[in-house]
């Protein structure tokens, strides 16, 4: 009997990217409701503005994210081209929507500390999911990319920039501590974003200067099951041509790789690096 061949369908990938951002803005919108709003935690973005105006002037949070997200998306529809899409418009719209129907949720914490990291946490793995299907939550990214256009500065600059004119109105209105609540919970979402994305499946890049470069590489690809890769290298002080090996392996092959190069070779030169993400054969599939 034939095997049936598994086909990909685009159809699906779009329906799944599309829920990919619903999932995650819905996340996003429960941790801040639960975690940061109640504590006052203004950390960045236009949530953190809603979180401001929310303390002092009562606003309601979902209507603030919805009156600057949409000119916002306007404005960078119009400034930079239609590159953000239907996609990034549904979770301009959503996340706010989700603020609103989850308004009344009880707060989980009133400690700041673990509102910070745990709504941190939340907002981070909201982002991720949401970002792994292609699209952002709109926001003050899209004020960065119009500011880094326009002013030649970098996007993280300008993504730093804004955060910290946020988290600096924060300790005005509120107090110091309270801006530096909002600091921990920013840091804690880059982190937990990185980890969304590649997980924690570091590998390990090495590159091998070794005289006895024939051997190490068949021990490589026969013993560890590896591929390696030949470079061609020269040395500065000789200016002779070195090979150089390349090697991405698992976190738990590294220690037999390295034990592998020094029994070959105990004067090899070896140069060790985090992979975060490797694509390819015998690792993560694109």
């Known amino acids: 009997m034939k095997k049936r061949r598994w086909t990909f369908n685009p159809k699906l990938a779009v329906l799944i990217e599309y829920l990919y951002i619903l999932i995650g803005s819905a996340i996003v919108a429960v941790a801040f409701n639960v975690f940061l709003l109640p504590n006052r935690i203004a950390s960045g973005g236009v949530s953190g503005i809603s979180t401001i105006l929310h303390a ?23 400034l930079l081209g239609k ?43 909201g982002l991720g999911i949401v970002f ?8 003050t990214d ?51 974003i990185d980890f ?22 068949q021990a490589i690809l026969h013993k560890i099951d590896r591929g390696v890769t030949k470079l061609s290298g020269y040395g500065g002080y000789t200016e002779h041509e070195r090979p150089v090996l390349m090697c991405v392996v698992e976190q738990a092959e590294f220690t037999k790789l390295k034990q592998l190069v020094k029994s070959i070779d105990p004067a090899a030169f070896v140069i060790v690096m985090d992979a975060t993400e490797v694509l390819g054969e015998g690792f993560k599939r694109a």
């Open 83 to 125: 590159q953000f899409g239907i996609k990034t418009l549904v979770g301009t719209l959503f996340l706010p929507f989700v603020v609103y129907l989850t308004r009344d949720f009880k707060p989980v914490t009133p400690d700041p500390l673990l509102g910070a990291l745990f709504g941190g946490i939340g907002v981070g793995i």
């Open 132 to 139: 792994r299907g292609k699209a952002s939550t709109g926001g």
């Open 142 to 192: 899209l004020a960065a990319q119009i500011i880094h256009k326009y002013t030649g500065l970098s996007l993280g600059t300008c993504v730093i920039l804004i955060d910290g004119l946020i988290v600096l109105t924060a300790a005005l209105v509120f107090d110091v501590e309270q801006a530096l609540y909002a600091l921990i919970a920013l840091f804690v979402t880059s982190k937990t």
């Open 196 to 217: 969304v994305q590649v997980g924690f499946g570091y590998s390990k890049m090495a590159m091998i200067i070794t005289n006895k470069e024939e051997e190490v590489r």
């Open 56 to 78: 002092t002037l009562g606003w309601q949070p979902a209507y603030v994210q919805w009156a600057l997200n949409i000119p916002l998306f306007i404005a960078g529809v119009v």
